[in-house]
């Protein structure tokens, strides 16, 4: 059963920086593209940011330039760094594998893994 394990998220101010971690068990993960999910208060699931097979990031338009995606194929493990923090960027944060991804974009369709708590991340002066 494949397993996706958030953690880092916190209560920061506005411009302050965090790091998500996200572990994944369960699955040859070096070959799905991985995604970061972010849900606000009351919306949807949103994709921010992507990262392949090859390495290839991209980001929704309200986190380019101030979010950064990676993963450690070694390590079974994928990362936000998130600087510059604002407060519309709370919420509880998912990471996904892709079942589908269209390269070069964040249009991805998630795979059918359970979705976790996630982490939460409260930016608030």
């Known amino acids: 059963q494949v397993q996706l394990v958030e953690s880092g998220g916190g209560m920061v101010k506005p411009g302050d920086s965090l790091r998500l971690s996200c572990a994944v068990s369960g699955t040859s993960f070096r070959i799905f593209t991985m995604g970061w999910y972010r849900q606000s208060h009351e919306n949807s699931r949103d994709v921010v940011a992507v990262?392949?097979?090859?390495?290839?990031?991209t980001y929704s338009d309200t986190v380019k330039g101030r979010f950064r995606v990676s993963r450690d194929n070694g390590k079974n493990a994928v990362y936000l760094e998130m600087n510059n923090l604002k407060s519309e960027d709370t919420g509880v944060y998912f990471c996904r594998r892709a079942k589908t991804h269209t390269v070069g974009t964040i249009l991805m369709e998630p795979a059918d893994d359970d979705w976790s708590r996630g982490t939460q991340v409260t930016v608030s002066s």
């Open positions: 990262i392949d097979t090859e390495f290839r990031d």
